[in-house]
């Protein structure tokens, strides 16, 4: 199965501020049709996950542009710009690209 | 508009079957997959299968041997059956159009 791993574990930023989360998979990430199957959730506190980037840089319908992803093929990062109260939650990073899908353990962003 | 949600006992003993099903609305189920995705409380993000557009399915392998998804086309709704429920299994479950809607989620406690 491939593995994605988080860093950090939680993140406790200023509003205003930006913040970045790590994702690194054990594998390559990037099919053979040039694809790179990395997406991005939150999980605000008692809510379903909400879609925010898909196939590693894309913004979802929807989703401030304060939210943009980058990466490789291996390492991935969620950069949120001018963080809100709002953004406060779990950011999960998941893989589409082989089976088992698999999601990252998440990263907790709290507000100071 | 796109909607999802998730049926079901809430309650379901050890060792027995666990029945879901997902009525979806504002999208055919022709034409998009949903899968189905889990959550312990307290805990991350599980993926545990998917029932394509085409009608095909995949599963987690961890589960593949408990798990069966199917659909209805005509009623809009997909099906979740795990047998030999544990404590373990004690979860939100969650269906998801392409990761892009989420239903509410429903919580299923696996006690005696």
């Known amino acids: 199965d491939i593995v994605l791993t988080q860093a950090p574990l939680s993140v406790s930023v200023t509003p205003g501020e930006s913040a970045s989360i790590s994702c690194r998979s054990s594998?390559?990430?990037?099919?053979?049709?040039?694809?790179?199957?990395l997406y991005w959730y939150l999980q605000k506190p008692g809510k379903s996950p909400q879609l925010l980037i898909y196939?590693?840089?894309n913004l979802a319908s929807g989703v401030p542009d304060r939210f943009s992803g980058s990466g490789s093929e291996t390492d991935f990062t969620l950069k949120i710009s001018k963080v809100e109260t709002e953004d406060v939650g779990v950011y999960y990073c998941a893989q589409f690209l082989e089976y088992p899908f698999t999601f990252g353990s998440g990263t907790k962003l709290e507000i100071k | 508009e796109v909607q999802l949600k998730e049926s079901g006992p809430g309650l379901v003993q050890p060792s027995q079957t666990l029945s879901l099903t997902c009525t979806v609305s504002?999208?055919?189920?022709?034409?998009?997959?949903v899968h189905w995705v889990r959550q312990p409380p307290g805990k991350g993000l599980e993926w545990m299968g998917v029932?394509?557009?085409?009608?095909?399915?995949a599963y987690n392998s961890a589960l593949k041997s408990r798990l069966s998804i199917s659909r209805d086309t005509s009623k809009s709704q997909v099906f979740l059956k795990m047998n030999s429920l544990q404590t373990e299994d004690t979860a939100i479950y969650y269906c998801?159009?392409?990761?892009?809607?989420w239903g509410q989620g429903t919580l299923v406690t696996v006690s005696s």
């Open positions: 029932m394509w557009s085409g009608g095909s399915t």
């Open positions: 504002g999208f055919s189920l022709t034409d998009y997959s």
């Open positions: 998801t159009r392409d990761t892009a809607y």
């Open positions: 594998k390559s990430l990037l099919s053979s049709k040039g694809i790179t199957s």
């Open positions: 196939r590693m840089s």
